[in-house]
Each structure stands twice: as structure tokens, then as C-alpha cells.
């Protein structure tokens, strides 16, 4: 079984950075794909950007050009630089884990790192 564990969620004015960690640890999936999912109150939860193992990338439109994902295989740890943040990326972040794109892709996911923009 899979454990994810996020990291690097706070509080940021519009503008500003952050860099998220999720490092996984268990059993891994020989081919996988791991990804940084977010979710307001009252809201669905969407993909903002995923990566397999390969080094493949997918991105939300809205963040594209902010965002950029990564990963260091040897710690099973992906990252996300997110710059410029706008009031609107502020919502929990989930890590997850599966072996497709996509929220319904995801088998296992972490608990959430909250992200504050301020205006």
C-alpha cells in the first residue's frame, strides 16, 4: 500500500510562491502517475498538474506557465513551483497517486496541504 505525505502549503500574497512536496513511500507502481489535484469548499476536485514516470506532463490550462511540476525518483518525491499565485489557486491540494491521468486515474491520495493567496 501506498503513503503519500504533502508538505509546503501556506499563506502567500498575490504574486507570490510556493513549492509543494509529496513523497511517497510503501509499494510502488512499476509505471505510475503522480499528480497535485485541488479542491475549494464546495467545489470538485481538479487536476492542476500530473507527471508519470516517464517524465510525461499534463497541466490545467489556468496554470500553465506558473506551475511547473517535478520529480525526484530516487526519493519517490514530486514537487510543484507554483509562481505568481493568484487569489483564485487558493484551495487545499491534494497529492495522488495511480496509474492514469486524471482525478478518476488517482488510487491513493495524501491529505491535503491548505494554499492562502491574499490580495
Known amino acids: 500500500q501506498v503513503q503519500l505525505q504533502e508538505s509546503g502549503g501556506g499563506s502567500v500574497q498575490s504574486g507570490g510562491s510556493l513549492k509543494l512536496s509529496c513523497e511517497a513511500s510503501?509499494?510502488?507502481?512499476?509505471?505510475?502517475?503522480m499528480g497535485w489535484f485541488r479542491q475549494g469548499i464546495g467545489e470538485q476536485r481538479d487536476g492542476v498538474a500530473q507527471i508519470d514516470k516517464g517524465g510525461y506532463t499534463k497541466y490545467a490550462d489556468g496554470v500553465k506557465g506558473r506551475f511547473t511540476i517535478s520529480q525526484d525518483r530516487e526519493k519517490n518525491t514530486i514537487y510543484l513551483q507554483m509562481n505568481d499565485l493568484k487569489v483564485e489557486d487558493a484551495a487545499t491540494y491534494y497529492c495522488?497517486?495511480?496509474?492514469?491521468?486524471?482525478?478518476?486515474?488517482?488510487?491513493?491520495w495524501g491529505e491535503g496541504t491548505q494554499v492562502t493567496v491574499s490580495s
Open positions: 495522488g497517486i495511480g496509474r492514469w491521468f486524471g482525478s478518476y486515474g488517482m488510487e491513493t
Open positions: 510503501g509499494w510502488i507502481y512499476s509505471t505510475y502517475v
